[in-house]
């Protein structure tokens, strides 16, 4: 068994959707090589970042990101094997950029409560839109008022029981 940590930079932008691993970024690999009858077990994490937009309101954000991953190489044999020990060595940059790119959020936000953009205007929303006063259709309107009447109602009667 043998561990290895290194720090390489990453050969080429890696992600295809509004967040991606730039070209350059600093990846830490952490790796374990063990050898067992069938080849190389490969095991480790990848510590890097990912650059990106927020899918609801489009803000840059850049966050950490920490992937673990385990693959076996196995020696030449009759068989094609998807990660193969060639002369003695493994090449991992495919493993790191398959389990990098897989772990990429598929909808980044830049917090977990984003209000995103307002559909009207397309300005960006400071507040969650839960908290906003939306426009009510016109034909929803009479129930409103039973609701605003029932609520009212409803602390009424428990500061009555207080």
Do not use: K
């Not at 772990?103 to 984003?114: E, G």
């Amino acid at each position: 068994m043998r561990e290895h940590s290194l720090t390489i930079p990453a050969p080429e932008r890696w992600g295809e959707g509004i967040v991606s691993v730039p070209q350059g970024e600093p990846l830490e690999l952490d790796v374990r090589l063990e050898s067992v009858h069938e080849g190389i077990l490969v095991s480790g994490t990848v510590d890097t970042r990912y650059e990106g937009v927020c899918g609801r309101c489009l803000r840059d954000i850049a966050e950490p990101l920490e992937v673990e991953f385990q693959e076996l190489f196995e020696y030449p044999g009759e068989e094609t094997a998807d990660f193969e020990v060639q002369d003695d060595h493994v090449d991992l940059e495919t493993l790191v950029r398959d389990a990098t790119v897989l772990a990429l959020p598929f909808q980044p936000v830049c917090q977990p409560d984003c209000p995103g953009l307002d559909p009207a205007t397309g300005e960006r929303l400071t507040e969650p839109a839960s908290a906003q006063q939306s426009p009510v259709d016109p034909r929803w309107a009479a129930l409103q008022n039973l609701t605003d009447h029932g609520a009212a109602h409803d602390a009424a009667r428990d500061t009555e029981e207080s």
